[in-house]
């Protein structure tokens, strides 16, 4: 069976755990068994995951899982998977799935692979692909152990609904006490996707001159709902917040459009975000870097071009209204 | 209070990315190898920051060969005390993490870097964790001592969480909680005589190796638009890219 830990907050999924259950799914097809998931706390919608291909909903409820403390949660993934006789358990390689992976491994004493971005194969051996080399190169790594963990790369797997709402089951197992005390938390505003989850991207670099300048580049991002992104030295001289900095040594992203102005596509920044989809440059150096990478160029004084793209879209975005 | 840093060594970021023994093997010749960046400007500056705070020391360990030891050094320039080096190939984030536990009993805390910036693992620290049964944060983007509690800033999705955790204690470190140092000369002179211990490995399992390595599809080539025909741009993303 193949174990997915569905991560909820407030009861509700995100695309990350939909994506993991999706994959949760495929990897059990071919591995020719079914996926359960689990969730850990509020599981009022549970349920919802037989939609996207859990056939079986296993439900966590404990004090001690209170607020996300690898330790615990490492301790009730571990036990469901031992529980349930799981050969493979899968997580989002998000911020609790890369806390626990390590931690589940060795518990199970699993060969783990962290950011997996495509289906395993199992032909005489499993295998599963991921990126390394800050994208320049795809590794295919094999698991000998009887009992494996994964983490899953964002944006992978398109979660679609191939099922229906299941009822969810209780399960019990055994959950130490947290010995981290959660102080605060701290939610930034706003409404867009956290980066590491966006769809579309809107990206600026050194060529904005001043922070003052921004402006254009937020009302390119609200025009699409895209949220926003910049280079390391950008980020560094405090010109934008250290969040937003993408590339090797930043988030590393891969959304479906990536749109980079004044950025001159250092192989750095390269790395963290040549995997995207579709990459858009806007840069007024015809011999930038960043040309070789992108899909589509704009050779031209961004502070003239990035208002008149976000027109455009306005324009285009309008038409299809009416 | 005494440290353990973790450090790895990775490929210089623009060194070129090359395969051998039939594309099992990365190739490692005529590559420029630095100190793994999160290692470096981040955890152990903020363990040597601690230690000019509250006292203590600063222990790097590394799970390599003797090459590795150009690294080590450095390390110990920028303010490690001493430096373990369990003489082995880290084959694995699992067999990495035995080596540094079977090293770590004595420490009060263990500071990873958030992943390297080769293989993105993010895997020893929780694994050092688990083996050692203590608490483990990831992420941290700010830590600071009390006595034996620490006050641990860590990124979650949108946002960050303050915690309080007392040793012993994992935690890894992201950007933020430092800021690089560059090495004097004066410590380039001290971390010469400083000690260097080399340890033989202690057992470990590697359950992961890679089958092959593969290069990325080339992409089509460039597409430049028109900087006056900004609604072309939008209908090729629209119907071409399906990106809109
Ligand atoms: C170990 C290491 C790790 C690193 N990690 C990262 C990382 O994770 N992420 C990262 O981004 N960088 C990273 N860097 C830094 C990287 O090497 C580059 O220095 C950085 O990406 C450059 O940022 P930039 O493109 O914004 O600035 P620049 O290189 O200065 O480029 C600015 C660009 O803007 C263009 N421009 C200027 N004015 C205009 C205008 N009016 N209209 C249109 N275009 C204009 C210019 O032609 C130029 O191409 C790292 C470096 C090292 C050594
Ligand atoms: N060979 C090694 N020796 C010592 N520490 C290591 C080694 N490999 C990884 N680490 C540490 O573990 C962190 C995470 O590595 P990884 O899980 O491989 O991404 C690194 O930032 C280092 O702090």
């Not at chain 1, 099922?163 to 930034?188: C, E, F, M, R, Y």
């Not at chain 2, 210089?12 to 990315?17: D, F, V």
């Not at chain 2, 303050?162 to 380039?188: C, H, Y």
């Not at chain 2, 001290?190 to 202690?202: E, G, H, I, Q, T």
Request: proline content about 4%.
């Amino acid at each position: 069976m193949v174990l997915v830990y569905a991560e909820s907050h407030e009861g509700k999924f995100k695309k990350a755990a939909l994506e993991a259950v999706a994959y949760g799914n495929e990897t059990a097809k071919v591995l020719g068994t079914e996926c359960a998931a689990v969730v850990i706390g509020d599981a009022n919608e549970a349920g919802t995951l037989g939609q996207y291909g859990a056939s079986a909903v296993h439900h966590i409820s404990s004090d001690n899982l209170a607020h996300f403390d690898s330790q615990t949660y490492a301790a009730a993934l571990s036990g469901a998977a031992t529980a349930l006789g799981a050969k493979v358990v899968i997580l989002a390689h998000n911020s609790a799935g890369k806390s626990l992976a390590g931690r589940i491994a060795v518990k199970l004493s699993a060969g783990c692979v962290t950011a997996a971005n495509a289906v395993p194969t199992n032909d005489g051996a499993f295998k599963v692909k991921k990126n390394v080399f800050a994208g320049k190169a795809v590794a295919d790594y094999q698991i000998d152990s009887d009992v494996k963990v994964l983490t899953l790369s964002g944006n992978s797997i398109k979660p679609e609904v191939v099922g229906a709402d299941i009822t969810v089951s209780p399960l019990s197992v055994d959950v130490p006490a947290s010995k981290i005390k959660v102080i605060s938390t701290n939610k930034q505003q706003g409404d867009t996707a956290p980066l590491p989850e966006a769809e579309l991207v809107v990206s600026a670099g050194r060529g904005m001159k001043d922070p003052g300048n921004w402006g254009i580049i937020e009302d390119l991002a609200n025009a699409i709902g895209a949220t926003t992104a910049c280079s390391r030295p950008v980020a560094d001289i405090g010109w934008r917040p250290h969040h937003e900095h993408v590339g090797q040594t930043g988030v590393a992203i891969k959304p479906n459009l990536y749109i980079a102005a004044g950025i001159s596509g250092a192989i750095q920044h390269l790395a963290g975000v040549n995997s995207s989809k579709c990459i858009v440059v806007i840069n007024k150096d015809p011999e930038a870097p960043f040309f070789k990478a992108a899909d589509y160029g704009v050779c031209a004084d961004l502070f003239d071009v990035v208002p008149k793209l976000t027109e455009a879209i306005k324009k285009a975005k309008a038409k299809t209204i009416y | 209070m005494k440290i353990l840093v973790c450090i790895s060594k990775t490929p210089e970021t623009t060194a070129k990315i090359a395969f051998k023994d039939g594309n099992t093997a990365y190739d490692e010749s005529g590559v420029q190898f630095i100190m793994n960046p999160y290692d470096e400007w981040y955890a152990l500056v903020r363990a040597v920051e601690l230690k000019e705070a509250n006292g203590g020391t600063v222990t790097v360990i590394n799970v390599g060969p003797a090459t590795n030891d150009v690294v080590i050094r450095k390390a110990l320039a920028i303010g490690a005390d001493d430096a373990i080096r369990v003489d082995a190939e880290p084959t694995s984030a699992m067999f990495v993490a035995q080596q540094i536990a079977a090293q770590a009993s004595g420490f009060d805390l263990v500071m990873t870097g958030k992943e390297t910036i080769d293989y993105n693992g993010s895997e020893v620290g929780a694994m050092v964790a688990e083996l050692l049964e203590v608490p483990y944060v990831s992420y941290a983007t700010a830590i600071d001592m009390s006595g034996n509690t620490a006050t641990v800033t860590r990124e979650i999705e949108g946002g960050n969480e303050v915690s309080e955790v007392t040793t012993p204690l994992v935690i890894s470190a992201a950007k933020g909680m430092a800021e690089q140092r560059i090495p004097n000369m004066r410590g380039i002179m001290m971390a010469k005589r400083k000690p260097l211990n080399v340890v033989a490995a202690a057992g470990g399992d590697n359950l992961v190796k890679v089958a092959a390595f593969a290069l990325p599809a080339d992409k089509a080539g460039v597409k430049m638009i028109d900087p006056d025909n900004m609604d072309e741009l939008v209908r090729l993303l629209q119907e071409e890219a399906k990106v809109l």
